[in-house]
């Protein structure tokens, strides 16, 4: 370990608050699937930021586009116009179908608290005062502040922070039953994420999105998606709900609208999107022309690189590979698979100490809890890269758990 690192190790331990499980490689530069870090060695990437650096790491288009704009004009207030934020809510909205407005803001949690606000806003004024009760799944995560938290289907995550704020409830995955039963007078609208990611790479079903859809408009309540991390081409299309044939009435996104800079959008539909007014809502930073400079670049580049179809080719034949491993090892219980995100369940409670010796073998994954490794590599990665994982992930797995 190079002193660079000792120095940021020491440092960190003594002034950063320990709210993160740092693992013990320090990262200086990255290039596409690759990182490298202080000592220069080279490591595959098959986390992304958590499914952030979709377009590959350091890509030139949003790198060029901020740092022009930066140089240029970095930040006036939302008071203001600017160029390139109207230019990408146009950007976003063209990709989300039309009849739609966009809101910027910082990060997913963000983006989870503004169409909180936004659909009891709406349901203030179309439907009824007490209509506050957001439904949320199990597993579900969307993100780390109070009503975040409250919305995230988590109780191990909540419980140190209570009391939370009132007004959310949540129902298993996939369940239609469960879901009728909750989507009461109280209710203003359902929040799913089209694919669970923090839960573990957990789908909804087309014909449970279609029935919930059925059920929002039957009722007269709204459906959130959470497209943070499942959105923007990650699993073949621009956004998860497309491939699912189910289209929300507000889609929350963040993670890889600027290729690693910190920005969320909400969209919504016109109709809703109406119920906002000025002073409702707002954030200093959100929406700068930086931001959007880079984030417009990286939808032009995501489009350009016809990445959503790479995500599903690739993600096929990933989840192939993974098969064979688990057939040849039998240390594989569940493969789970939505273009590019991936995950699979492991038979014994080793997938800490997995992850831990693939970072040894120089590739990044990310492991939850006790069995799952989750895989979310750029959508820029090629099937080379994909084997080389593979090939360190068979080793691992035939030997015996330590
Ligand atoms: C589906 C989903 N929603 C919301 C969030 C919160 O996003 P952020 O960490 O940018 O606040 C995340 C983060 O992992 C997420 O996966």
Not at 88 to 115: I, M, P, Y
Request: proline residues 4%.
């Amino acid at each position: 370990m190079s002193d660079i690192y000792q120095h940021a190790k020491e440092l960190d331990e003594q002034f950063h608050m320990h709210t993160y499980a740092r693992k013990p490689v320090m990262f200086v530069t990255g290039e596409g699937m690759r990182l490298y870090d202080d000592d220069g060695r080279e490591y595959l990437d098959f986390v992304s930021g958590i499914g952030v650096i979709n377009l590959g790491h350091s890509h030139p288009a949003p790198v060029k586009a901020a740092c022009e704009q930066m140089a240029k004009l970095t930040h006036v207030t939302n008071l203001y116009y600017v160029e390139h934020r109207s230019e990408l809510a146009a950007d976003l909205v063209k990709l989300f179908g039309g009849g739609a407005k966009a809101f910027f803001c910082n990060s997913g949690t963000e983006a989870t608290e503004g169409a909180i606000k936004l659909a009891r806003k709406w349901a203030t004024e179309h439907k009824a005062a007490h209509a506050r009760t957001i439904v949320t799944a199990w597993h579900s995560f969307h993100g780390r502040t109070l009503a975040a938290l409250a919305a995230t289907g988590q109780p191990s995550k909540q419980d140190a922070f209570k009391p939370l704020p009132a007004g959310f409830a949540h129902v298993s995955l996939n369940d239609m039953e469960a879901l009728d039963a909750a989507v009461d007078e109280n209710v203003c609208a359902v929040m799913l994420e089209p694919v669970q990611g923090e839960g573990g790479v957990h789908p909804c079903t087309p014909e449970y999105l279609a029935a919930v859809r059925a059920l929002c408009d039957e009722r007269g309540v709204l459906l959130i998606m959470d497209e943070v991390q499942c959105g923007l081409y990650r699993t073949g299309y621009p956004f998860a709900h497309q491939g699912l044939g189910v289209k929300p009435d507000i889609m929350t996104l963040a993670k890889a609208l600027a290729n690693g800079l910190p920005i969320g959008a909400i969209l919504a539909s016109d109709a809703v999107a109406a119920s906002f007014a000025p002073g409702d809502h707002g954030s200093t930073f959100a929406g700068g022309p930086v931001v959007c400079a880079a984030a417009r670049a990286t939808l032009k580049a995501m489009a350009e690189l016809d990445l959503g179809a790479r995500a599903l080719e690739l993600g096929a034949y990933f989840a192939e590979s993974l098969g064979r491993i688990a057939q040849q090892t039998g240390a594989i219980s569940d493969i789970r698979c939505a273009g590019l995100m991936l995950a699979i369940d492991l038979v014994e409670p080793r997938a800490a100490q997995v992850a831990v010796e693939l970072l040894g073998a120089g590739v990044l994954v990310n492991n939850i809890g006790t069995h799952t490794i989750r895989f979310l590599p750029p959508l820029v990665c090629t099937t080379l890269e994909i084997d080389t994982l593979c090939e360190h992930l068979h080793t691992i797995l035939v030997k015996e758990p330590s």
